[in-house]
């Protein structure tokens, strides 16, 4: 049997992501890990380090399927590893990403309507009032609810995934894995 790692428990990472931003809305920022190391690292080792080693998520859905028997493990769908389908999911979920940013400025910018609601899958409001306790300011507020809906809405998509497919289906889409795969090609097309 293979030794653990240090980094075979970040799986633990994305449910206490989860945990610590329901009851307070601010540990979204702790996302922005997720959000910017896969393209560090990409960008300095020109490789899926992080999708490869240290992605929580990817581990979790392992761990789901594999210790608790919820994957269908049917082979994942040729379309979701589709160019086409990658390339489009990745606009939309930067679109997502970009709107949340531009609330985000709105608020910064003396909007005084700060949206205390996570929003699942970009369509469902889902009052979260009792997670936002702190004396911050409002755009900040305003950021952690728009990026815990993006980390939420993705979670869910991946497990609803790898109930009916392959363990890491997700990892066939992931915009974060997508991105870092273009950043890795690119380095490899400038190598000489």
């Given at each position: 049997m293979k030794k653990k790692k240090w980094y075979d428990y970040l799986w633990l990472w994305s449910i206490l992501y989860f945990i610590l931003g329901f009851f307070n809305?601010?540990?979204?920022?702790?996302?922005?890990?997720?959000?910017?190391?896969?393209?560090?690292?990409?960008?300095?080792?020109?490789?899926?380090?992080?999708?490869?080693?240290?992605?929580?998520?990817?581990?979790?859905?392992?761990?789901?399927?594999?210790?608790?028997?919820?994957?269908?493990?049917?082979?994942?769908?040729?379309?979701?590893?589709?160019?086409?389908?990658?390339?489009?999911?990745?606009?939309?979920?930067?679109?997502m990403f970009l709107q949340?940013?531009?609330?985000?400025?709105?608020?910064?910018?003396?909007?005084?309507?700060?949206?205390?609601?996570?929003?699942?899958?970009?369509?469902?409001?889902?009052?979260w009032e009792w997670a936002y306790t702190a004396n911050v300011s409002p755009w900040t507020a305003q950021f952690s609810f728009g990026f815990y809906s993006i980390m939420l809405t993705s979670a869910l998509i991946g497990i609803v995934t790898m109930l009916f497919y392959r363990p890491r289906t997700w990892c066939a889409f992931c915009p974060m894995g997508h991105m870092t795969q273009l950043i890795c090609k690119a380095k490899q097309s400038d190598t000489p």
């Amino acid at each position: 049997m293979k030794k653990k790692k240090w980094y075979d428990y970040l799986w633990l990472w994305s449910i206490l992501y989860f945990i610590l931003g329901f009851f307070n809305i601010l540990f979204a920022w702790a996302g922005l890990i997720d959000f910017l190391l896969p393209l560090f690292l990409a960008i300095l080792g020109g490789n899926k380090l992080f999708c490869n080693s240290f992605c929580g998520r990817g581990q979790l859905l392992t761990v789901l399927s594999t210790k608790l028997n919820l994957s269908a493990n049917r082979p994942t769908p040729a379309w979701m590893y589709s160019k086409f389908f990658r390339h489009g999911f990745l606009i939309f979920f930067m679109t997502m990403f970009l709107q949340m940013l531009y609330n985000t400025y709105l608020v910064f910018g003396g909007v005084e309507t700060l949206s205390q609601t996570i929003t699942v899958l970009w369509t469902f409001s889902v009052p979260w009032e009792w997670a936002y306790t702190a004396n911050v300011s409002p755009w900040t507020a305003q950021f952690s609810f728009g990026f815990y809906s993006i980390m939420l809405t993705s979670a869910l998509i991946g497990i609803v995934t790898m109930l009916f497919y392959r363990p890491r289906t997700w990892c066939a889409f992931c915009p974060m894995g997508h991105m870092t795969q273009l950043i890795c090609k690119a380095k490899q097309s400038d190598t000489p």
